[in-house]
């Protein structure tokens, strides 16, 4: 289980850095800390944004704007989305007669109002479903955490190794990693995620015959 601390030392670990960090959220004044402090919300809400994690998928109603100006938009209906939101996966919207929920058409704009975003749809009263960001970082599974590091060490390359060629060298071989870290995390992700259901045991025939 890691902490934000621990993911922070990680990556500072990549660039050869003592890795000492105590805390972030407030800096424990070391100008690694402070860095840290900057770009890890960077980074995870980037990581966030590359992929319906299942960890970090919530559902909530949407609340509904006062009105829409039907002659601008061809939608019914508009909606904020949540303020935690990175990432739309879908839009539902329950169906009585099937007894479930199915998804609808919808479309995200910015809301001229507020410079928000907010979804346009002609489903009433519609469920949202998205990856939101969580900061408690003893949730993230293991495959998460590492890409979340690689990628953080990224921010941190210039930070505390200045614009060079060897930081440069080091700043691609961590993109690479980290390309090949979200791959995997996806991979996983999506291993775990999905349960089927059991399939009824097949009994060949010959064996059913000798039971009866």
């Known amino acids: 289980m890691a902490t934000i601390a621990d993911i922070c030392n990680l990556a500072l670990a990549q660039l050869g850095d003592n890795a000492t960090v105590t805390s972030i ?7 690694q800390a402070g860095h840290c402090a900057r770009w890890y919300p960077q980074a995870l809400r980037k990581l966030g944004e590359e992929y319906d994690w299942s960890f970090l998928t919530c559902r909530e109603k949407l609340a509904a704007h006062s009105s829409i100006n039907e002659d601008v938009y061809d939608w019914k209906y508009s909606y904020a989305i949540p303020s935690k939101c990175v990432r739309v996966i879908r839009l539902l919207r329950f169906n009585p007669f099937k007894e479930r929920f199915e998804p609808v058409r919808f479309e995200v704009e910015m809301n001229p109002d507020n410079s928000s975003k907010m979804i346009l749809t002609n489903a009433k009263e519609p469920v949202i479903m998205y990856v939101g960001l969580n900061t408690n970082a003893s949730i993230y599974p293991s495959y998460f955490v590492q890409a979340l590091v690689l990628l953080l060490a990224q921010y941190l390359v210039g930070p505390l190794q200045q614009v060079s060629g060897g930081s440069q060298s ?22 775990n995620s ?19």
């Open 170 to 191: 080091v700043l691609q071989a961590l993109r690479q990693q980290y390309a090949e870290a979200l791959s995997m995390a996806k991979t996983l992700d999506a291993k």
């Open 25 to 31: 959220d407030p800096p424990d004044g070391s100008p």
């Open 194 to 212: 999905v349960q089927d259901s059991p399939q009824p045991l097949r009994i060949p025939a010959h064996i059913r015959a000798r039971r009866v």
